[in-house]
C-alpha cells in the first residue's frame, strides 16, 4: 500500500490552461477620447456572455460587467464585441478569462480605472463571481 501523503496526485485539470497567457485574441480597437481632461464612468454589460469548460467541454454562461474611466481612448464596440464572441469556443477556467480579458483591455485601451466582473451562472449548484480592478499609476 502507497502512503498517499508523500504520493503526488496529478489534478484532472493539470495543463488544461498552461497557455492561456498567449492566448492569440482579435483585436480590441479604439478611438480618441475628446474629453480626456474628464473624469467619466462607462459600463458595458454583456448579459449573454459564453465560454467552454475546460474539463467538460459544456458551455458556461455569464453576466459580465465592464466598468472604465477612459483617460486617452475609449473602446470601439463592435471590435469588443468580436473579442467577447471569440471565446465562445475557448476552454477557460473563469478567474483565467477575467485575468485574461482584463490584460488585454488595459493593454489597448490605458484606462485610468477599469473593474471587470464575471458573474457564472451555477455549476454543480454554486455561482461563481470573479473580478478584477486595474487603476494607472
Known amino acids: 500500500m502507497k502512503n498517499r501523503k508523500t504520493e503526488k496526485q496529478k489534478s ?3 495543463g488544461l490552461q498552461n497557455n ?4 492569440s485574441t482579435p483585436r480590441i480597437e479604439v ?4 474629453y480626456p481632461d474628464k473624469v467619466y464612468m462607462i459600463n458595458l454589460d454583456i448579459p449573454e456572455f459564453t465560454c467552454i469548460c475546460p474539463k467538460t467541454g459544456l458551455p458556461d454562461f455569464a453576466v ?10 475609449c ?3 463592435k471590435s469588443f464585441k468580436m473579442y467577447t464572441i471569440f471565446f465562445r ?13 482584463l ?3 488595459v493593454d489597448v485601451v490605458k484606462p485610468r480605472w477599469v473593474k471587470l466582473t464575471g458573474v457564472f451562472n451555477p455549476r ?8 478584477r480592478e486595474y487603476k494607472s499609476r
Open 75 to 77: 473602446v470601439e464596440l
Open 20 to 23: 492561456i497567457r498567449n492566448l
Open 64 to 73: 459580465m460587467r465592464l466598468e472604465y474611466s477612459p483617460l486617452r481612448f
Open 124 to 131: 454543480g449548484g454554486i455561482t461563481t463571481t470573479v473580478s
Open 31 to 34: 478611438w480618441e477620447n475628446e
Open 12 to 14: 484532472s485539470y493539470e
Open 89 to 101: 469556443n475557448i476552454g477557460i477556467f473563469h478567474e483565467h478569462l477575467i485575468n485574461k480579458m
Open 103 to 105: 490584460e488585454d483591455f
